[in-house]
């Protein structure tokens, strides 16, 4: 008996390591990835003939991208990772494997469903909705990638609901190095071989992105095939478990991601909210071209500052799901309640302190991502209004 205790005993230590190096990790592949889209987001501000106005072209394709991405993807890692850790821990490995592989076929049809949309609707959305014609090309150039970022999100959902956060850390790493060096490399030669054509070069950021969902797809792939015999070993062993319909299967996933999604849809939809109306409200005062760079400071600079600090928080969002899964799948709440407490008490902690440098050093934070500022003023058509901005 005193045997069994220590062995359960150890089990828990081992699965709290594994909840604290699964969240450094992620937390140390977001800080880098936010640092490497400083980089290109640096480089698209300053690159001559992008600017401003090659942002705007750039973020309103990116909008329209994010939010069939959100209803593909988002919440399906979480998702997958909740249904298969509560197989896991069970010993149900079998019922894991078959809820990955449902969940790839569910999803690449859904994903396949959005980037046809994207694709056959890019003219009439760059038009109608955001009234950014130029954004057509680059809404082209982006729509393969929401097949494969769907795909993407199963296979990060799998290795998170086993633990594994290792998988999901590297692909996002490799992915945000992928994409910035892509968006340098093919802007560089779009603009040399267009004579600096700013919406071309726009496109060629946003293909950079669909480049850099490639090569996750590819890194995840290999890595899941080099740990196929292993799986397939513990499948095997895994006998004796009842096995749900595949209806019954897809109807838990969707139960479970589309509540998870809820949030991240809303945040997406305010922002495509924010890329139709603002240029059109300031076109109402400012020439068109002024407005759009006006848009591209929006969405270009400040978005891309306060999202920042929120990295810290995906990380122990992705952690805590598969652990407090496999906790309560245990019975074991206290381990589960000890988890949240202390991930709110961290988040808390690293997010006011950045919420209070955000607004004290907004003018600081703003010459990261530019080069320059100068000193604009707008006429407004019945008064003069002076304002400080930063422009490249």
């Not at 968006?183 to 669909?210: F, H, P, Q, W, Y």
């Not at 890329?275 to 400071?297: C, D, N, W």
Request: aromatic fraction near 10%; charged fraction near 15%; hydrophobic fraction near 45%.
């Amino acid at each position: 008996m005193k045997k069994g205790k220590h062995s359960k005993g150890r089990s828990h230590s081992a699965k709290g390591e594994s909840f604290m190096q699964g969240v450094l990790s992620l937390m140390v592949a977001q800080v880098l990835i936010k640092l490497l889209g400083l980089v290109y987001k640096w480089y698209l501000t300053n690159r001559p003939g992008f600017g401003d106005e090659g942002n705007a072209i750039y973020s309103a394709g990116f909008s329209i991208y994010a939010l069939l991405l959100t209803l593909s993807s988002t919440g399906v890692p979480n998702a997958v990772s909740k249904l298969v850790s509560e197989h896991t821990a069970k010993g149900d490995y079998r019922g894991a494997h078959r809820i990955f592989k449902i969940s790839l076929a569910t999803f690449a049809i859904i994903g396949l469903i959005g980037t046809l949309i994207l694709f056959i609707g890019a003219g009439y959305i760059s038009k109608v909705w955001l009234a950014i014609p130029e954004a057509e090309i680059t809404l082209v150039a982006l729509s393969p990638a929401i097949f494969f970022v769907a795909i993407i999100s199963v296979f990060r959902g799998y290795f998170n609901g086993r633990e594994n956060m290792k998988a999901t850390a590297n692909s996002q790493t490799l992915e945000q190095l992928a994409k910035t060096i892509f968006t340098i490399l093919v802007v560089e030669v779009i603009a040399i071989c267009s004579k600096v054509d700013t919406r071309l070069m726009a496109a060629g950021a946003n293909l950079a992105t669909t480049l850099a969902t490639v090569a996750s797809f590819l890194y995840l792939y290999m890595y899941y095939k080099v740990r196929r015999a292993d799986l397939g070993k513990e499948i095997v062993s895994s006998v004796n478990f009842p096995t749900k319909s595949i209806i019954g299967t897809v109807k838990s996933i969707l139960m479970v991601s589309i509540p998870m999604s809820l949030s991240s849809i809303l945040t997406s939809i305010n922002r495509n909210i924010d890329s139709m109306t603002v240029k059109r409200g300031l076109q109402s005062f400012l020439t068109e071209g002024e407005a759009l760079k006006q848009y591209g400071i929006l969405s270009g600079k400040v978005d891309t500052l306060v999202s920042l600090p929120l990295s810290f928080n995906i990380a122990f969002a992705t952690a805590l799901v598969p652990a407090i899964a496999s906790a309560k799948t245990k019975g074991d709440m206290q381990t589960a309640n000890k988890r949240v407490s202390f991930s709110l008490l961290v988040t808390m902690l690293i997010g006011l302190p950045c919420m209070v440098g955000m607004m004290i050093f907004a003018r600081t934070n703003i010459k990261l991502v530019i080069s320059k500022c100068k000193s604009r003023s707008i006429y407004f058509p019945s008064k003069r209004f002076n304002y400080n901005i930063y422009s490249t």
